[in-house]
């Protein structure tokens, strides 16, 4: 029992946790908007349904895909840190 020190407080303040919490739903809005631009580059629908292309390789389709992952990648770090308590509140 000794060599376990002492326990931190394991739950941040409940301002705290509001913000983290909205930063992260601000962050998944901004990825599902990414994935929409990623689908509105990519994908051509036509008047008629059997004309449905995917086209790749224009610059749009390429800076909406990196959008896509740089939205999605902050998200899940961002995820990671809402579930830990911050060093703010762990003092």
Do not use: N
């Not at 224009?58 to 998200?75: C, D, E, P, Q």
Request: aromatic share 6%.
């Amino acid at each position: 029992m000794a060599l376990m020190g002492k326990k931190k407080a394991d739950t941040c303040s409940t301002g705290c946790l509001a913000v983290k919490w909205g930063l992260c739903l601000l962050l998944l809005l901004v990825t599902l908007a990414a994935l929409v631009g990623v689908w509105e580059t990519h994908v051509i629908i036509g008047t008629d349904p059997a004309r449905f292309a995917v086209q790749f390789g224009s610059t749009s389709g390429s800076l909406a895909i990196m959008a896509f992952v740089i939205a999605s990648i902050s998200l899940m770090k961002h995820m990671v840190c809402c579930m830990a308590p911050c060093e703010v509140c762990s003092k």
